[in-house]
């Protein structure tokens, strides 16, 4: 399973983060969300006030190289299977605030990641649980967060698919999208501010073809006096959209090209993540 940090974010702006390892989710955490994991704890009668006052200090004093989690279980305060049963209803907390939000994305960053491994959980620990008790949730298992946790086309990840365009002369940005408008994975130069890639015009255009009776786009491409911009759907619904767009010193041609190279595995990709 996959690695990393997810970086959740409103238009250009972080507002949360999961961390997760081998598939699993290690950590959640919301900037908007009412209560921290101390302060949950606090109301759930789980720790007293002094207790979390002397948590916080040494937590500082430690200088946050230990987590809460941690000192909670070394001062034997609460219990692993306490913690981690606590730790479970915090996470998915975050996560369900965040999926909320069909306009967020995530920018993933891979790499190995250092957690107890006893202390991770599998979207089905988060979620299925409560399947019969919230109807919720089956809807967040399929939101616009949900689907983006699979990846983000970081440069560093070194298969994925959207990499291979930043080769092209004049590269700007990319992403692969849902034709509703939910962004699932996204490259982009560190020049090109997140808000360029906005889909909100895009999806107004592909309903204004059907609404004139058009039906269906296959394909799309749209120069204008400084960048070029290459739309192409896929899958038998035209239900996904891929974009790749170059400045002007981009050779269109070229991108034509290895964008029809690389449709199968683009296909693939969109099958792993149904």
Known sequence: GWSGILRVHDQEQQVGAIIMRSGEVAWAVYNRQSETLGTFLLGEGEISKEQLNMLQE????????????????????????????????????????????????????????????????????????????????????NSNLAIQVVSSANPADGNHFLRKFATLAGYRFSFLART????????????????????????DMIAGFADAGMGHVSEADITTDNSVLLLRFLTEYKEFILCVSLDDTGRLGVAKHLIGKELKIIENFINSIR
Request: charged share 30%; glycine share 4%.
């Open 58 to 141: 040494q937590y500082i004093a430690l200088k946050k190289t230990k987590k809460l989690g941690t000192l909670l279980e070394e001062s034997g305060i609460i219990t692993r299977t306490r913690l981690k049963h606590f730790l479970r209803i915090h996470i998915r907390r975050a996560l369900v605030l965040m999926m909320e939000k069909d306009d967020y994305y995530c920018i993933s960053s891979g790499g190995s990641m250092q957690v107890d491994e006893d202390l991770t959980f599998s979207w089905k620990d988060l979620f299925l649980r409560e399947v019969e008790e919230s109807s919720m949730i089956p809807r967040l298992l």
């Open 180 to 203: 509703d408008g939910k962004i699932i994975t996204m490259h982009k130069k560190p020049d090109v501010t997140d808000s360029v890639m906005s889909f909100k015009w895009m999806a």
